[in-house]
């Protein structure tokens, strides 16, 4: 089993930053696709930064600039720096881990962390 742990949110005013970070445990393949993803109320969710175990990374468009996905592969860890942080920013901040295998894809979520950005 899989388990993913975030860490990291909170309250800040707009302009702050906040750092996101998500441990994974368990049985990961070592060719694995991380992200962050978000919901805010009323909302789908959506993508907000992904980045391989290779090191490409893949940007909404609405944080290019702001936000920067890394990750520390010995550790099974990325994290979200998102600086310049605006109101439209607040949502539940969702880590999530892919990998796959000839036959299946596997997908894994961790709890999700508050991110609340004031005016």
């Known amino acids: 089993q899989v388990q993913l742990v975030e860490s990291g949110g909170g309250l800040v005013q707009a302009g702050g930053s906040l750092r996101l970070s998500c441990a994974a445990s368990?049985?990961?393949?070592?060719?694995?696709?991380m992200g962050w993803y978000r919901q805010a109320p009323g909302k789908q969710r959506e993508l907000v930064a992904t980045?391989?175990?290779?090191?490409?990374?893949n940007n909404a468009d609405s944080v290019k600039g702001r936000f920067t996905i890394s990750r520390d592969n010995a550790k099974n860890t990325v994290y979200l720096q998102m600086n310049g942080l605006k109101p439209e920013d607040t949502a539940v901040y969702y880590c999530?881990?892919?990998?796959?295998?000839?036959?299946?894809?596997?997908?894994?979520w961790g709890q999700g962390t508050q991110v609340t950005v004031s005016s």
């Open positions: 999530k881990v892919h990998f796959s295998d000839y036959r299946y894809d596997y997908d894994y």
């Open positions: 980045i391989t175990s290779g090191g490409s990374t």
């Open positions: 368990g049985s990961i393949f070592s060719t694995n696709t």
